[in-house]
Nanobody, 123 residues
Framework: QVQLVESGGGLVQPGGSLRLSCSAS????????MSWYRQAPGKQRELVAL???????NYVDSVKGRFTITRDNAEKTVYLQMDSLKPEDTAVYYC?????????????????WGKGTLVTVSS
């Protein structure tokens, strides 16, 4: 059984910073792409940032230059450093990972989700 657990959310003033963490546990053979999504009230969930197992990153335009995604493969953890936060960044942030649980060749990974952590940017 694979679990993803996020932490690091909270209340921060505009212009402030937060660092989110997401750790994977369970029977894991390999973790492919790890991602952060967010869902604001009344809006659809959107991809914020992703990082591949080769450390290639991609960001939604609205966070480029402000957010940084990194990962620690040994710790099975992905991070999202969020700087210069804006009220429009307020949302529940979800961790997603494509995880291979079998060592059998060519067995594809499955998508796993965390339960989310709330980020509120307000003065």
């Amino acid at each position: 059984q694979v679990q993803l657990v996020e932490s690091g959310g909270g209340l921060v003033q505009p212009g402030g910073s937060l660092r989110l963490s997401c750790s994977a546990s369970g029977t894991i053979f390999h973790i492919n792409t790890m991602s952060w999504y967010r869902q604001a009230p009344g809006k659809q969930r959107e991809l914020v940032a992703l990082i591949t197992d080769g450390f290639v990153t991609n960001y939604v335009d609205s966070v480029k230059g402000r957010f940084t995604i990194t990962r620690d493969n040994a710790e099975k953890t992905v991070y999202l450093q969020m700087d210069s936060l804006k009220p429009e960044d307020t949302a529940v942030y979800y961790c997603n990972a494509d995880i291979v649980t079998s060592g059998v060749p060519l067995v594809p990974g499955m998508q796993y989700w965390g339960k989310g952590t709330l980020v509120t940017v307000s003065s």
